[in-house]
């Protein structure tokens, strides 16, 4: 079990960002040469160096389960670099093994986050890895345990001895490097990188099980972070005495992450490593002009360095902090400009430069935003994994066509959508999709398709995820709605539209049979709950044996809402202008009509919609209780649709949304009506109403 020092925080951090990184691109190669049958030879090249990177990286972290399984892999792989033919008895097997890997790879990068980190033992999955590579080799599988390569974890990271069961024409052709000859490298990191002293040191640990001797300038790059400008100005050479090529060395650059360039300088020529230190250090004495790397003695970048493009990597809380801080700045900015102070005063220059405050925020609000969006590209790529594993295990093949997914959400909504999303494609793949039977029975192909598509519509995401498959069946949701007590109303009065959203209510399932992946009573309720937590929508539409789609609207943020504040006796409240369709005023106090259970009803274009009376609901004390006095407010969602009775309109105003404090959370506020709380510009407090919870109350 790794312990981690704490000086090595900055280290893990980056060992996760970019461990979790390459795993999707590893996912991503290994899906498209999956779906084309084909493994071209760039993405042979980019999964050993994705393999190589991970475990250079994983053993400098001291986390060697994860070393020796992706070494495993690595040599599967360089196999197949040198001799392609031979995975073509191995392609299916091979892929579903990486597939694994990948796996196991997460789990234990999501894993060595906690401080109860326990590393799982990926031997059998190394043990598998053995036997491929017989069977590409055409030999016997070893027969020896994979217990016995796990003893060899100390030295994990692709020593030679470790290679020679699958040596390169290269390696076996180059010659020994001359005893007293050592080579110098000087290398240039990605501009924007960050932490470049410690992407040296990892750089350093990849190289060194491939070298006799190794040394660099600066020497311990990890032991001082202001060596990173001196490694920014000036590169990192490396001196080094290659244990067969040097050319080993030189593939070990090329492929690792971050680096920009590499030049060859002249070697050194000295009787012993110490003397070829001290004079390769003075050759290092040179005007960092000179040094900068050339065009006939680098691998860089095509593209013109004026259009590349600088990244860097920042932790998610201090976003969440950045945000924050902009949160606070808006509602003081909203405070000063309203102070009830100013009120009858004549203060042109003051409120000429609050105008100007306010641009200024807007414009510091929409730039911070923007760099806590992402776009959905990384969901909708795990979908498609899902979808072929359970092809696979169901016998159903599928294909995944995405639309939109440069589309881009707030990081928190990115990551929340995920879980909703997975189920919904389960469900497709589990209850929707034909067999290959069905489907050529029904005159359908024999491959199912499910469709994911997002795009902006205002200040919105739209997500539609459709499949070709049986469709829902109304006869068979109403069945199973009478069966559970769930009807309010006779049958016949629901409509196609409304049987299907029954299908979102707690606990219904019409599968009749408990599966791996449905019949458990956790159903689509759990995904629309996901997603009304994020003040989204979700819609059902469905046609026998054409298919079935579900839209889903969610917001591009969750931080700062436009809202319009309303009054009910002495408390005001915000209600998000997405939720509201139009206000109006009811004259005639005849035109109401009421239940014999109490409730009220107002006929719009030929709507009946309930009345929901706000002051009833949160017993506020007001003197406004005719209808003819106050103002209505139609609320909908995309399944329901009510009027809601308040004081007055006060006006349109942005706000940022605050969480309720943790101790109360035992009252369940936000499953009753009200989904946060935000400051207002005289600092008094003011309750943001959900609109999706007050129409979910109808149910009830």
Known sequence: MPSFDPSMEPMLEMFIYETTTLLEQLDEILLESEKSKNLSNDNVNEIFRIMHTIKGSSAMMGIENVANLSHAVEDVFFIIRETPEKLDNAREAIFDLVFQASDYFKVQVDAVQNDTYVPNNPDEMIRQLKEQIAVMNGQQAPSAPAQDTSKTAAKPTGAPAQRASVPSQAAQSAPASASNEIYQVRIFFEDGCQMENIRAFMLLSQL???CEYLDSVPERPESDSSLSVDIINHG?????KPSSSPDDIYKVIETSINVKSYEIMPSVFSGNA??????????????SSKNQPSDSQNISSTQPKSNKQSLISVNQAKLDQLMDLVGELVTTESMVSSNPDLKGLVLDNFYKSTRELRKLTDELQDVVMSIRMVPLTGVFQKMNRIIRDMGKKLGKPVDLETIGGETEVDKTINDSITDPFMHMIRNAMDHAIESPEE?????KPENGKVTIAAQNVGGEIVITISDDGRGLNAAKIIKKARENGILTKPENEYSDKEIYGLIMLPGFSTNEEVTEYSGRGVGM?????NIEK???TIAVESTKNVGTTFIIKIPLTLAIVDGMEISIGDTIFTLPITSIKQSFKIFDANQVIHNTDGSELFMIRGECLPIIR??????????????????????????????????????EQQVVVKPFPAFLNRYNITGNGLSGCTILGDGSISLILDANSILNSLER
């Open 208 to 210: 060194k099980d491939w």
């Open 534 to 536: 994020l003040g989204g």
């Open 439 to 443: 489907r050529l029975a029904l005159g």
């Open 525 to 529: 309720d759990v995904v629309r709950k």
């Open 236 to 240: 990192f050479l490396v001196k080094f």
């Open 614 to 651: 706000l002051h009833n609901l949160f017993n506020i004390p007001t003197a406004i209780t005719d209808i003819t006095s106050g103002i209505v407010i139609q609320i909908e969602n995309d399944h329901k649709a009510a009027c809601i009775f308040a004081d007055e309109l006060i006006g």
């Open 274 to 287: 110490a003397e070829a230190d001290s004079e390769s250090t003075q050759s290092d004495n040179i005007d």
